[in-house]
């Protein structure tokens, strides 16, 4: 028996509906999966593979007593054709990322180099949008790792409207969905505050955490200074630390609203512009982020971040440094906006009762 498939209703004649046991020198239009319970999942024949009298029992005991063998139309596209174009609008051309081979309408995006994951966000909404296809990724604006998982794509049914695929190609636009910022390397100083610490009546905690995370990172500490709460000398070693070459200063301790704490306003001092002191994230409500204009004369131009660093950032695993951190490596330049989106998701459960999937705070 042999019967044309009409699917989702249309009238064109895009694949034939046939029984197995008539489909001996018939070319498969899809992948045809084969499930072993606690074993394993895969093709055990791929979309183009040709019916030999031997695969019969094979597709029978898979369930497949009927298949779709591929009748092409003009206009319309199989799903790995489909796929490979959503594959172009998430990475482009780009090196930093790689894609596996379509299978059964799906390709999966992982990362080529270390950096910072970029989505535009308004672009996979439209897309999205216009249904039939897919495309799902991890969170943006969070460091990833060669070899990480990004995205995958896929087309919902087995063959879609070549015009279709072109408005999705057109709601993107040139630019591709996803990007890769790379990491630089990044010279750092260190500013410590406290009269406590000056004197030597408890020992600097900020430090050795501060030097920690920064490991995580392409990056090289060129010095730490402890001082006391004194506004003046906190001012002149962040501006000694820019005018030596510093790409990064961090400011850690005297962050409260408490009168002996002088850092917030010693970074105003400085001269450097404040985006914003206070940020919608717990823990580290109490941060200040500021960039300060490097000497004339400096050898590339760029501004200085200056970041003010609260107390919670010795006993706290994660907190707003965490979120910031990446993409002020990665040369982003953060304003007021940026920051006022972590309000969501800005409040950090601890991992033992969140478990929220790439959650900046986790990672």
């Not at 029978?60 to 206009?75: A, I, M, Q």
């Not at 941060?287 to 006993?315: H, N, W």
């Not at 309000?343 to 790439?358: A, R, V």
């Amino acid at each position: 028996m042999t019967r044309a498939f009409a699917i989702y209703g249309k009238e064109d004649k895009i694949m034939k509906l046939i029984d197995t046991t008539q489909a001996v020198g018939h070319v498969l239009c899809h992948d045809i999966t084969q499930i072993l319970p606690g074993k394993s999942k895969g093709p055990v024949f791929k979309k183009g593979h040709v019916v030999t009298e031997e695969d019969i029992p094979v597709l029978l005991s898979v369930g497949k007593e009927h298949l779709y063998v591929w009748e092409k139309t003009e206009g319309m596209l199989h799903e790995d054709e489909a796929a490979e174009i959503l594959r172009r609008i998430c990475m482009g051309g780009s090196t930093a990322m790689t894609a596996s081979l379509p299978a059964e309408g799906k390709i999966e995006i992982r990362a080529a180099i270390d950096g910072l994951l970029k989505i535009d966000r308004e672009k996979l909404m439209a897309v999205n949008s216009l249904g039939e296809m897919m495309i799902a990724t991890v969170h943006g604006d969070y460091p990833v790792k060669k070899g990480d998982k990004l995205a995958g794509t896929r087309v919902i049914p087995l063959v879609i409207e070549e015009e279709k695929m072109r408005r999705a190609r057109e709601v993107a636009g040139q630019e591709p969905i996803l990007s890769i910022l790379p990491f630089r390397h990044v010279r750092y100083g260190l500013v410590t505050t406290g009269n406590e610490v000056a004197a030597g009546r408890i020992e600097d905690a900020f430090g050795p955490v501060l030097r920690k995370k920064m490991s995580e990172y392409d990056t090289e500490c060129m010095g730490q200074v402890i001082l006391p709460d004194d506004r003046e000398k906190i001012t002149e070693a962040v501006q000694n630390f820019a005018e030596a070459g510093a790409d990064l200063v961090l400011c850690s301790g005297g962050m409260s609203v408490d009168p002996d704490d002088k850092t917030p306003g010693a970074i105003r001092d400085t001269g450097a512009k404040i985006i914003s002191y206070g940020a919608p994230v717990l823990p580290g409500a109490m941060f200040l982020l500021g960039y300060l204009t490097r000497p004339s004369g400096d050898r590339d131009g760029r501004t200085v971040p200056v970041l003010g660093l609260p107390g919670c950032i010795m006993y706290a695993k994660r907190t707003i440094f965490d979120l910031v951190l990446p993409r002020v490596l990665a040369g982003e330049r953060l304003g007021r906006e940026e920051l006022s989106r972590y309000g969501e998701g800005g409040l950090c459960l601890s991992c033992e009762t969140c478990h929220f999937p790439n959650c900046g705070f986790g990672k």
